[in-house]
């Protein structure tokens, strides 16, 4: 007897509302985790540092600005979700577009952020609690490229007219709007720290 080959859609993963939400949920736990150690570690060497930091006040804009971004990205997000539910669920608005690119922007955001930090002499090699400002952006960067990427596999998935599980569009919102509300957190922390 030879073992019957299944079709491609009897492959396909089902993706149901509560697992999908718990899932993410787990996953944000764990990024929580992640942060809270790092903003815990970098909050006691700031003691020891502070002496030594000295950021001007074109960095704190530039970063502000940088966050205002991100922000606009998550609210544009959230317009083209409710947007693709009310009219097509297979089309995309202006609005996602829009989400996308100030995504990106905001990424170009803190690399030109991180090399006007290195300009200023506030390096991992001047001192320890540099490295943690960096780890900590990069960290938070790493899942912003995975956030971007997941964007893009949903615009192509729109692009191609396939159906979208609303529950997909939605996680994918859940995702964004978290990397932006941990942004806000780590931003308003090191106003509060540094």
Not at 1 to 8: F, N
Not at 39 to 65: P, Q, R, Y
Not at 68 to 76: E, F, Q, T
Not at 131 to 149: D, P, Q, S
Request: charged letters at 10%; aromatic letters at 14%.
């Amino acid at each position: 007897m030879s073992p019957q080959v299944q079709s491609a859609d009897l492959l396909q993963i089902e993706c149901d509302y509560e697992t999908s939400k718990m899932g993410v949920l787990v996953t944000f736990g764990g990024i929580i985790m992640l942060f809270v150690t790092f903003l815990a570690t970098f909050s006691a060497m700031v003691a020891k540092e502070l002496a030594t930091i000295k950021l001007d006040e074109t960095t704190i804009i530039v970063a502000g600005v940088t966050t205002i971004i991100l922000i606009m990205s998550s609210v544009l997000f959230h317009k083209s979700y409710s947007l693709w539910q009310k009219i097509n669920e297979v089309t995309i608005s202006n609005y996602f577009y829009a989400s996308i690119i100030f995504g990106i922007v905001f990424l170009f955001g803190q690399i030109n952020l991180w090399k006007m930090i290195v300009s200023a002499g506030f390096t991992s090699h001047s001192n320890v609690l540099a490295g943690m400002v960096y780890l900590i952006g990069g960290v938070h960067a790493v899942h912003l490229i995975a956030g971007l990427t997941v964007l893009g596999w949903l615009w192509y998935q729109l692009i191609q007219s396939r159906q979208v599980k609303p529950v997909r569009y939605q996680m994918i919102g859940w995702f964004w709007h978290f990397l932006t509300a941990l942004w806000c957190i780590i931003f308003v922390f090191f106003l509060i720290v540094l």
